[in-house]
């Protein structure tokens, strides 16, 4: 068994990747070394020549590294669905974001909204306001990030509203989830994942890979936001 195996990985998949950690080793796999930053931010580490041996990314991410000869394409599978919320801070009031109309009028009326300038989700959200009609009016306001955990900045009084995949906001303490945006307004992110062409650890590689997209996965996933 290789003594550990090195793994990067999407910020979306950082709770249940951690969580998911102990039970792995405790079946007998090995040490899991990741590494966890956004998709965007991950693919121009891999084609700057970083290494590693699963990568977990975007769908569309890992199929375009897939066609580069980075990642084997027979090892690719589907790991989770994720969907763009909004936070706040820990008992503030929940705002209604239950329709388009609702969503429009809660980020019009916010002091300020966090979101993030490379993440899947910051991507869907300056569509999103542009299709309201809404983007100079809440872009005048915003806290935008380049990457990281945006509901950070509700604990620090930059913001009042956080956009981000679900999952990364339930990575920060202090704030409350009030939902997913409308569903009829996002496209839910596909979160894959598969082995590095240049990993000298095959064996553990897929190992981990049929672990990660096994059914016993399926409530860690659950419990960090995701949907398996």
């Not at 706040?88 to 009326?109: F, N, Q, W, Y």
């Amino acid at each position: 068994m290789a003594e550990s195996i090195r793994v990067l990985s999407t910020l979306a998949l950082k709770g249940a990747v951690q969580a998911l950690t102990d039970q792995y080793q405790a079946a007998g796999g090995a040490r899991i070394d990741a590494d966890f930053a956004p998709t965007l931010a991950l693919l121009d580490r891999l084609r700057a020549g970083e290494a590693a041996d699963v990568v977990i990314l975007t769908r569309d991410g890992l199929d375009e590294v897939a066609r580069e000869g980075r990642v084997v394409v027979e090892s690719c599978v589907d790991l989770a669905r994720s969907f763009v919320g909004v936070a706040v801070k820990a008992g503030a009031p929940h705002p209604d974001i239950s329709t388009e109309a609702a969503l429009r009028a809660a980020l019009k009326g916010a002091r300020a909204v966090a979101y993030s300038q490379i993440g899947a989700s910051g991507i869907l959200f300056a569509q999103l306001i542009e299709r309201l009609g809404i983007a100079a009016d809440v872009n005048a306001r915003a806290v935008i990030i380049p990457q990281g955990f945006t509901a950070e900045r509700l604990a620090t009084g930059e913001a009042d509203l956080a956009i981000q995949q679900i999952s990364e906001l339930k990575q920060v303490g202090g704030i409350e989830v009030v939902g997913p945006i409308p569903r009829e307004l996002q496209t839910p992110a596909v979160f894959s994942a598969g082995r590095m062409a240049a990993s000298q650890k095959v064996d553990e590689a897929d190992r981990l890979l049929r672990f990660l997209a096994s059914p016993e996965v399926a409530p860690a996933l659950r419990a960090s936001g995701l949907e398996p």
